[in-house]
C-alpha cells in the first residue's frame, strides 16, 4: 500500500496480522504520555515531598504538570520524526528515559550538567560495575513492549504535504497544551519550579538531553576560547637561595570518602586507627567545591576555586600544577581512577589502574596500593623540588566492596554486592568503612615512605574530591545539585604531614594544629600548596593558606 511502511511480508506472516496500524503522531503522543506516566517516578515523588500536591489546587497542578510533560516530549521528538527515523528516534528517546528513571528511581541522581559529565567521563571498568540485575530487569520491564510496538507496528504515512500539516498540528498542539497548562495551575506550578528549580533535573527524557545539550555548548565555546589562560605568571620558588634539601610533596586526592565517617573526626568507627597513631593535622571542618569528582577536581586545583566558580573559567585556566611546573618544580599525576580532568592536561602522567599486579589487580581494576609501586624509587631519583599528585579510587561506588582486601574486611556483614539495593543499609556502611580502612593504610604507608627519605624536606596533604550519601533520607552515592547536596556529599576529610625537616623551615607546627580546627574548604589547597613549596607570586592569598598564619618566615607573597 502507497505510504506505508512494511517490516516482511504480511501475505506470508501470521505475525503481520496482529500488527497495529499507527500514524506517527499516535505513536509519538503514546510514547509521550508512556514516560511522562511511568518513566518521572522519582520526579513526581518530589514533587510531592515538595509540597506541589497538598493545597486545594493539587489536582489541577498534577495534571498541569503532567500534561507539560507529556508536550514536551512530543516537542522534542515529532520534529525529528521522518520516514526513516521515526523508530531509531522513538527507540533512543525510550532507552534514555529508561535508564535516567532506574538511576534517579534507586539512587536520586539528578542529571545535570556535572552529572552528565561524570556520565561521559566513566571508563569501561566503572560502567560495568553499574550493570546490575535490577537496572537488567528495569530495561525489561518498562522498554520492552514499547520496543515491540514501535518496531512492530505498521507505520502508515500520508502524502509529504499531509505529513508535514500532521507534524506542525502536532507541535502546534504541544505549544497550546503547554501554554495552557501552564496558565491552568500558573500559581502552583511556578511556585515549584521557582523554589525547586533542581526538579527539571529528574524530567526524563528531556533532563539528559537538555544536559547533553548545554555540555556541547559550553565545549563549543571553550574551544573557541583558545589557549588555557596564564595563571600566576609572576610565579617563583622563593627562599631557595639557602636550601640544601629539595622539596617533597604528595598530594592524595582521595574519592567519594565524606566526612561524617572519618575516625579523625569523632566517627563513632575507628576507621583511621594508623593515621591516629601518628603525628598528623586533621581537619574536621572541610567542604567540597563539588559533589561530584568533574567538578571538585578542576575546582580544587583552580585559583578561582567555590568562592569565584565560573565552570568555562576553571577549564580554560591553568591550573595549580601549572603554576608550579612552570617555576622548575618537577611535577608528577599518578592516577587510578578516571583521570585529571584536564588539572594536568600537559603535564607528565601515569595511568596505574591498568597495571598488572596480580595482588592488587583484577580485571576491574586495581586497589589503591598500586599508587605506591615504584613510587619511593621515583622520588630518590628525583633532583629538585617535586610534586607528586596520586588520585584514588578511594570509596568509589557502589562496589566500595572492591576497594580493599581482605585483611581490612574489619566491619561485617560487608555488601559483597554492585547493586546496593540488594543489601541492608547497616552492610552498605560496613563495605564503606572498610574501603575507609583502606585510605587509611595507604597514607600511613605514604606517611612511612616519605619520613624515610633523610635528604628531603617532604610533606603529605590528602583532601577527598567529594563524600557519599549512604541511605540517608533514601539517598545513596553521590553527585546531586550542589545547592541541594546534604553535607554527606560536600564534607570531606583532611589531612596533612609535614616532616620535622620541613616545619624547620619556618612552620610552628602546634599553630598549624590550633588553626586545623577552624572551616576549611577546596579553596585553600592552591594557595596551601604554593606557601609549602614556597612559591612567590600577587595570586597567593595568605588568608586561604592553612598553614600560613603559622610561617615563622615570610612565604608566597611576590616580592615587588
Known sequence: MRGTIHFGDRSSSRWAGWRPRLCVDTLVWGEAVYMAALLNAAFWRAANAAGAFAGKGSITTAISLFLIIVALNVLLIRPLCTRWTTRPILSVFLLVAVFASFFSDRYAVYFDVGMMRNILATDPAESRELLTAALLGHVLLYATLPLILIWGCVLRWPSKPRSLLRMLGSIVLALVLVVASALLGFKDVSALMRNHHELRYLVAPS??????????????????????????????????????????????????????????????????????????????????????????????????????????????????????????????????????????????????????????????????????????????????????????????GPSYYLRYPESLRRFRPDCRNADLGECAREQVVNAYDNATLATDDLLARLISLLDSLQDRDTALLYVSDHGESLGESNLYLHGLPYAIAPNTQIKVPMVAWVSPSMARRGLDMQCVKKQAKRPASHDNLFHSVLGLMEVSTRAYERSKDVFGICATAPRGESVQ
Not at 628525583?382 to 588520585?391: E, I, K, R, Y
Open 207 to 396: 533532563n539528559v538531553l537538555a544536559s547533553l545539550a548545554r555540555i556541547a555548548a559550553k565545549d563549543w565555546k571553550s574551544r573557541s576560547d583558545g589557549p588555557r589562560q596564564v595563571i600566576a605568571a609572576d610565579a617563583r620558588l622563593d627562599g631557595h637561595a639557602t636550601m640544601t634539601r629539595p622539596h617533597v610533596l604528595v598530594i592524595v586526592v582521595g574519592e567519594t570518602v565524606r566526612a561524617q565517617n572519618w575516625g579523625l573526626n569523632g566517627y563513632a568507627r575507628q576507621t583511621t586507627p594508623q593515621l591516629a597513631a601518628l603525628d598528623v593535622v586533621n581537619y574536621p571542618d572541610v567542604t567540597a567545591c563539588g559533589s561530584s569528582t568533574e567538578v571538585s577536581l578542576p575546582c580544587m586545583f583552580s585559583v578561582h576555586g567555590r568562592s569565584n566558580y565560573d565552570e568555562r573559567q576553571i577549564r580554560n585556566s591553568e591550573s595549580l600544577l601549572h603554576v608550579l611546573a612552570r617555576t622548575g618544580v618537577k611535577v608528577l599525576w599518578r592516577d587510578n581512577q578516571g583521570g585529571c580532568k584536564g588539572v594536568c592536561e600537559g603535564l607528565p602522567f601515569e595511568f596505574v589502574r591498568q597495571s598488572q599486579d596480580p595482588e592488587l589487580c583484577t580485571a576491574q581494576g586495581c586497589q589503591d596500593a598500586i599508587l605506591l609501586a615504584g613510587l619511593k624509587t621515583r622520588l630518590q631519583a628525583a633532583s629538585g623540588d617535586t610534586v607528586v599528585v596520586l588520585h584514588q579510587l578511594g570509596n568509589h
